[in-house]
C-alpha cells in the first residue's frame, strides 16, 4: 500500500481526533449520491412516461391510422389490406376497423363513445391484455345480441359489469324523420382498463361485422385500417406512401397526428429536465469543492509535515484528489444503488399513483436503462473530480513553512 493509500484512507474515516472531517465528507458524499439518484429517477420516470404513452396509444389505435376523406367508407378492405400489405413496405400489420360516434344508454344513465368494430383475429389494439373483467369476447353467435367491451370508468358511470345489456344509439348525419336514429341492443362481454382515463371513457369496442351492422355501412367496406410499421422511425415516410400509392379517398395519420397534445407535453417535460437536474449535479460538485477546501484547511500542517518530509507537490495534489475520487465515486455508487431500487420498487409495485384523467395513466411509470445509469454516473465522477482538482491545486502549492507555521 502506497502512503497516498494510507493517507486517503485516514482521511476519508476521519481518524480518532478528525471528527469534523468526517462529518463534512459525509456531508459531500450524501450531497453527490442525492444529485445521482435524483438525476437516475427523474430521467426514468421521463423516459417511461414517453414509452408508456405510446404504448397506451398504440393500445387503444395504431402507430398509422388509415381513414376514407370525409369519413367516406373504404370499400372492398379485404383487395385494399392485401393490396397495402403487398405494395407498400414498411408495414407490418393492418387491421381494418368500423367506427363512428354513438350514444350508449344504460338503465340509470346515458353517456356518448366512439364505437369502434375490430376483427379480433387481427386485432392491433392491445385491449385483451387490458381486460379486468369478464372476457375479451367480440364474436356473438348467430342470432345473438352482440357484445361490446367496455372501459371500466364508463362502466361505472353507467353502473354496469360484465353480463349487463345496453342500448346503442348510432346515425349518420344529421337527425330527422328521414334519417332517424338507429337502436341496437349489446351485451358487456369484459370491461377494459388502459389507464388512460379519456380513452377509457370513451372507446367501446364490438366485432367488425357488428359495428358494420350498426353503423349501416355498405357490404365490404369499414371506417378504416390500423397500421404498424415495422419499424418505429419510418412512422411518418409509411403514412406519406399509403396516401401517395393508394389516393383519394384514402389519407393517412400518425399516432404524432392524432394526438399531438400528448406528445407535445412529453417533449416539453424533457426539455427542462436536463438542465434542472444537472443543476442538482453541479451543486453536488461545488459542495466536493467546499469539503476538499475544509479539508486542505483541517490538514494544513498536515501538509507541511509531509512536504519536510521529502512529499512533492504532485504527491500532495495526487491525495487530495485521489480524495475527491473517492467521495465522488461513494456518492455515485450509493446514487445508483438507490435509484434503481427506488425505480424497481416503483416499476414492480407501484407506489406512486397519478389521476389517470390529468396523467393519462394511473400510476408513475419507469422505464430504466443501465446505458442512461452509465451516463449520469461519468458525468457526475467527471464533475467531482473537475470540483476537486481546483482544492488540490491549492494544497500543493502550499510552502513547507507557510503550512506549518499555519498549523
Sequence with gaps: ????????????????????????????????????LALNISLSVIAGFEKQLQANVVALTAEIEVRGFQRKP????????????????????????????????????????????????????????????????????????????????????????AGDSLVIFTLDGVPSPMNPARVDKAVIAGLYETGFGDFDDLFV????????????????????????????DSIASVAANIES????????????????????????????????LGLIVIVAAFN?????????????????????????????????????????????????????????IQQTYHVVTLKSDIYFMSWAPIDMHLSMFVLVSIIALALGLAATYIPARIASRLLPLQALRFG
Design 288 to 344: 466536493i469543492v467546499a469539503t476538499m477546501l475544509m479539508i486542505v484547511l483541517e490538514k494544513t500542517h498536515t501538509i507541511g509535515i509531509l512536504k519536510t518530509l521529502g512529499a512533492t507537490a504532485g504527491d500532495v495534489r495526487r491525495l487530495f484528489l485521489t480524495q475527491g475520487i473517492v467521495i465522488s465515486s461513494l456518492g455515485v455508487a450509493l446514487g445508483d444503488a438507490f435509484g434503481w431500487a427506488l425505480c424497481a
Design 74 to 161: 373504404l370499400t372492398n378492405y379485404i383487395a385494399a389490406t392485401k393490396f397495402m400489405h403487398d405494395s407498400i413496405p414498411g408495414i407490418r400489420a393492418i387491421a381494418p376497423f368500423a367506427m363512428r360516434e354513438a350514444i350508449i344508454k344504460s338503465r340509470t344513465s346515458i353517456e356518448g363513445i366512439m364505437l369502434k368494430g375490430i376483427d379480433s383475429a387481427h386485432d392491433l389494439t392491445n385491449i385483451n391484455n387490458h381486460i379486468v373483467a369478464g372476457a375479451f369476447r367480440l364474436n356473438s353467435a348467430a342470432g345473438a345480441l352482440p357484445t361490446i367491451i367496455i372501459g371500466k370508468r364508463l362502466a361505472e358511470k353507467l353502473l354496469v359489469s
Design 245 to 276: 400509392i393508394m389516393g383519394y379517398p384514402y389519407y393517412a395519420l400518425t399516432m404524432y397526428d392524432m394526438y399531438p397534445n400528448i406528445f407535445a407535453w412529453i417533449e416539453l417535460q424533457k426539455k427542462p429536465i436536463p438542465i434542472v
Design 1 to 36: 500500500m502506497s502512503y497516498i493509500t494510507f493517507l486517503t484512507r485516514r482521511y476519508a474515516s476521519g481518524g480518532r481526533k478528525s471528527g469534523f472531517v468526517s462529518f463534512i465528507t459525509s456531508v459531500a458524499i450524501i450531497g453527490v449520491m442525492l444529485g445521482t
Design 205 to 232: 369496442y364490438t366485432g367488425l361485422a357488428s359495428a358494420q351492422k350498426m353503423l349501416a355501412l355498405p357490404p365490404g367496406s369499414v371506417s378504416g385500417f390500423n397500421i404498424m410499421a415495422a419499424q418505429p
